[in-house]
C-alpha cells in the first residue's frame, strides 16, 4: 500500500495542474477516482488467487473486466489483444502499476451481435498470460517465456457456395481455434480445397474427442456440399506457406509505406471521408508534469482495437506504463493519458526517441490495416496488411472481418491465402483475396473498387 501511495505522489501534483484547468467539477471526480483506485489496491489478494481474473456484468450491455497480478512489460497489451480476439470492445479502461504489482480495469461490450461468448474460457486465455505468484517472485522472472504451439492442419475439400469461407471462419473463431496461415483454392468445376493451418487456444487439439467435435461442427457447416473434412498435424508445407508470394512494387509501396497520407494522393487506395478524419490524430510528450514519468496524450479517431494498438507500440518500444487512462468516446474520438517510462526506469528525454515514437503511434492512429484493391494478371486483388508484433503475433479476426464483409457484399472469393512478409524494417501479415468477377460490382470500375475498399475497412475498424 505504501508503495502505490508513493507511486501516486508522483502522479498528484501533475493531477491537481490539469485539475485546474479542468475545472472544479472535473477536479473533484479526478480525485474521487484515484480515492477509488486506491481503494481497489488494498483489497489486493496474491497472485494464483480465484480472483487475478474478474468479469461482472454491469447494468446494460457493458461488462467489467478487473486484472489483479504481478507486473511486466507488454502485459497491458496482451490482454487488450485476448480482448480483441473473442469480439469485444473495450469502451474505457484504467490501468495502475508501482512496477511489481499491476491493476487493470476493462469496460467492454460485445462487438458483433451474434457473438458466442464463452466468459470462462476468456478468464482462462487471460489468466493464462498474467504472471503468476511463482514465476515474479520465486524465479525472478520480468517476463513470460513464449511457449511453442503445436500447429494442425485442417484441410476440407467441397463444392463452393457464396460465404463459404466466413461460415467456416466462423466455426474456426466459435471453436477458439486460431488461423496461422490459410490457402484457399476454387477449381474450374466450382469446387474448394481449403488448407487452414490452425492452433488451438485452448490447447486440446491433440485429444481426439477435440478433434472429433472440430469435424463434426466442420460437417455440420459444409452439409452435403462436404467431399472430404480432415484434421491433421501439420507437417513441412507449412514452413512453405509462410513466405509470401513477390508483390509489385507499387502495391508493396501503397501496402508497407511509413508516410502520412496526403490530400493529393492518387494510389489505388483513394481516400475516403473516414480516412481523411484519422489524419486529425494528436500525439504529444511532456516530461514537465510528473518528476519520474513522461506523460504520453493522445487523441484520434475511434477505431475497434485503438488500445490494442496503441499498447502494442509501446510494447515494441520496450516502454512501460505506470499509469494509464482509456477514456470513453466523445463525438466518435478518444482520449488516452499515459504515463510512461523506459525499461530502464528513466523518462523519454532522447528527442529522437519522443519524434519515432510519436510518428508511429500517428501512423497506427492512421492506419492500423491497409486496405488496397489491385489488379492480379487478369483477376482482381483486395489485399490487406497489418504489422505483427516483434514477438511475431499478428492482429486477431482480421480474416474474419474481412470474409464477412464481402459475405455482406454478396462477393465470392475464388482464392485466399495468409502470408508474411518484411518491410519498411517490420513484419506484416499480409490477406490476399482474389475476387470472383460474377458479382453485383464491376470489378474493373474504381468507384466499384472503392466501394469495396471502404467497406472491408469499415468493418475491420469497427465502424
Not at 27 to 54: F, H, N, Q, T
Not at 108 to 116: I, K, M, R, T
Not at 141 to 164: A, I, M, Q
Not at 264 to 287: C, G, H, M, P, Y
Request: aromatic residues 8%.
Amino acid at each position: 500500500q505504501s508503495t502505490v501511495r508513493t507511486l501516486y505522489s508522483n502522479y498528484l501534483p501533475c493531477s491537481r495542474e490539469k485539475e485546474k484547468t479542468r475545472g472544479a467539477s472535473s477536479s473533484v471526480s479526478s480525485r474521487r477516482g484515484i480515492d477509488r483506485r486506491l481503494s481497489d489496491y488494498r483489497g489486493m489478494r496474491a497472485p494464483g488467487s480465484e480472483d487475478v481474473v474478474v468479469i461482472e456484468k454491469k447494468a446494460g450491455e457493458a461488462y467489467i473486466i478487473t486484472v489483479n497480478c504481478p507486473d511486466r512489460t507488454g502485459l497491458g497489451c496482451d490482454i487488450c489483444r485476448i480482448i480483441l480476439d473473442f469480439g469485444l470492445s473495450i469502451t474505457k479502461g484504467d490501468v495502475t502499476t508501482d512496477g511489481v504489482w499491476c491493476y487493470i480495469v476493462l469496460w467492454v461490450v460485445p462487438h458483433y451481435d451474434s457473438l458466442v461468448l464463452r466468459w470462462s474460457h476468456l478468464k482462462n486465455q487471460l489468466v493464462s498470460v498474467c504472471p503468476s505468484c511463482s514465476t515474479y517472485f520465486v524465479l525472478n522472472l520480468t517476463s513470460l517465456c513464449p511457449t511453442s504451439t503445436t500447429v494442425y492442419l485442417l484441410k476440407f475439400f467441397c463444392l463452393d457456395r457464396r460465404g463459404l469461407l466466413h461460415d467456416v471462419t466462423q466455426v474456426l473463431t466459435e471453436l477458439e481455434l486460431s488461423i496461422q496461415t490459410v490457402k484457399v483454392t476454387t477449381t474450374p468445376d466450382g469446387r474448394v480445397l481449403d488448407l487452414f493451418f490452425i492452433t488451438d487456444q485452448m490447447d486440446l487439439i491433440h485429444n481426439k474427442e477435440r478433434q472429433d467435435e472440430t469435424l463434426e461442427q466442420f460437417r455440420s457447416v459444409l452439409g452435403e456440399s462436404c467431399i472430404s473434412c480432415e484434421l491433421q498435424l501439420a507437417g513441412p508445407e507449412y514452413e512453405c506457406h509462410q513466405n509470401c508470394p513477390s508483390l509489385s512494387p507499387a502495391v508493396a509501396e501503397e501496402l508497407f509505406s511509413s508516410e502520412q497520407v496526403t490530400d493529393e494522393d492518387n494510389r489505388a487506395q483513394v481516400l475516403s471521408d473516414d480516412v481523411i478524419k484519422l489524419k486529425n490524430s494528436i500525439v504529444t510528450v511532456d516530461n514537465s508534469l510528473s518528476p519520474a514519468h513522461t506523460l504520453l496524450q493522445i487523441r484520434c479517431v475511434d477505431h475497434r482495437g485503438l488500445l490494442y494498438d496503441v499498447l502494442r507500440t509501446l510494447k515494441d518500444f520496450d516502454i512501460k506504463i505506470s499509469y494509464g487512462r482509456f477514456s470513453p468516446q466523445t463525438q466518435g474520438h478518444r482520449d488516452l493519458d499515459l504515463f510512461v517510462q523506459l525499461k530502464d526506469g528513466n523518462k523519454i528525454t532522447d528527442p529522437a526517441k519522443q519524434d519515432s515514437l510519436c510518428s508511429r503511434l500517428k501512423a497506427e492512429m492512421l492506419h492500423p490495416l491497409r486496405v488496397v484493391i489491385t489488379n492480379r494478371g487478369p483477376d482482381t486483388e483486395l489485399l490487406v496488411a497489418n504489422p505483427v508484433e516483434l514477438s511475431g503475433k499478428g492482429r486477431p479476426r482480421v480474416f474474419f472481418d474481412v470474409t464477412l464483409s464481402l459475405k455482406m457484399l454478396g462477393i465470392c472469393i475464388f482464392s485466399a491465402e495468409i502470408r508474411r512478409y518484411t518491410a519498411s524494417d517490420r513484419e506484416w501479415e499480409v490477406y490476399r483475396f482474389l475476387l470472383d468477377e460474377n458479382c453485383l460490382f464491376e470489378l474493373g470500375d474504381d468507384s466499384a473498387r472503392n466501394e469495396i475498399a471502404n467497406k472491408v475497412r469499415r468493418t475491420l475498424m469497427g465502424w
